[in-house]
């Protein structure tokens, strides 16, 4: 039976006798890094550039030796900078390697089409990034007591100030955007005429759909959705009666998906994981588009579903049961939603009230709809 000192130097790479246990699998997974670099480097910068194949394999030669001789001196660097034996630095480059299978992700793309130049050094840019994020990480972890990753600010404020950015450009690109007549649906005018039409006694009322949806006229938008969540826009439409107004508000509540989001992930990661992990969600091309919609009501469910994520994690259940009241007032598709954290509960195996009340509220709120 190992003692933990020999568990210890075999987990270091070491065996007894300062003998080294050999790490196949770095070598493996190194080189199918660097393959994938290698092949995604030749579909973004040398297909489809009409070069010959003489010249396409020249340059792809090329490249792979440019690519092997920075690595190469990166791990020269990192080893003399940071003191590191050979076994714990390539133990960290392989690890930060991992970074590089965002490439993947989009090499399907790049060797069936033809890709943007600019995408790809973006691209390739966020590699990078990641790449020395987890190097960071991974660093510091080993080495708590060194000074260089320490941030000036705290994760908390970094992650305000980017939310702030985040929300002036997003907002300053949307309004940009009515301006110059880019929104092609009727949303934006159809709920802004059903706010003003509130505002002089008629609820939520508009003409501008209802001779299309249905056989005879109605007086209100409540008779396509159950979206109670356009009370919220009438203090500041009231503040500011334009188009405008309906985006940037819708705006705010995407950008303050941030906050659960960090709450969420600060349960397991460290502050400033949690506020890469905050910042990654904003960043999402399914959130991130939301921003720049059309307009619907429908975009302010993920802040209190992931509310309600929260509680429901913490165990807390009367901010849970408030968060999936304002969940489902949002509209009456949230029913689902609700209904599943429900299930989720009964698989979990918790008490009667956090099995019933959800299930119980989604079914009396899809029949009131």
Known sequence: METATEVQLEESGFAQGGKKIPRTYKTTWGLGIF????????????????????????????????????GWLVARIVRRQFMLD???????LTFSASAFLLLAVFLPEYLLGKPLLVRSFVLLGFSLVLFASYFAISLRAQAPSLRLFRAPISAGKGLFIFCILYFFLTSWITVGKLHAFGYVGQDIAYFTQCLYTTLHGHLFYSNMYHDLLYGKPVTSDLAGHNQLVLFVFLPFYLLHKSASTLLVVRNIFVVLCAWPVYMIARRTLSPWIAAAAAIGFLLVPAV????????????????????????????????????????QIVREDLVFAVFGLGLLALWQRRRLRWIAVPCGLALLWAFFS
Do not use: M
Not at 52 to 64: D, E, F, H, S, W
Not at 86 to 92: D, I, Q, S, T
Not at 296 to 321: D, I, N, W
């Open 35 to 70: 393959l994938l670099v290698s092949v995604w480097i030749w579909a973004a910068f040398i297909r489809g550039l009409g070069h010959t194949r003489p010249l396409q394999l020249l340059l792809v030669l090329g490249a792979v030796a440019l690519a092997a001789g920075l």
């Open 288 to 327: 991130l588009y939301q921003n720049f919609y059309d307009f619907a009501p429908l975009s302010l469910a993920g802040l209190p579903l992931l509310f309600a994520l929260y509680y429901f994690l913490e165990r807390r259940f009367k901010p849970y049961l408030i968060a999936l009241v304002c969940a």
């Open 86 to 92: 050979p076994g714990e630095n390539a133990k960290l």
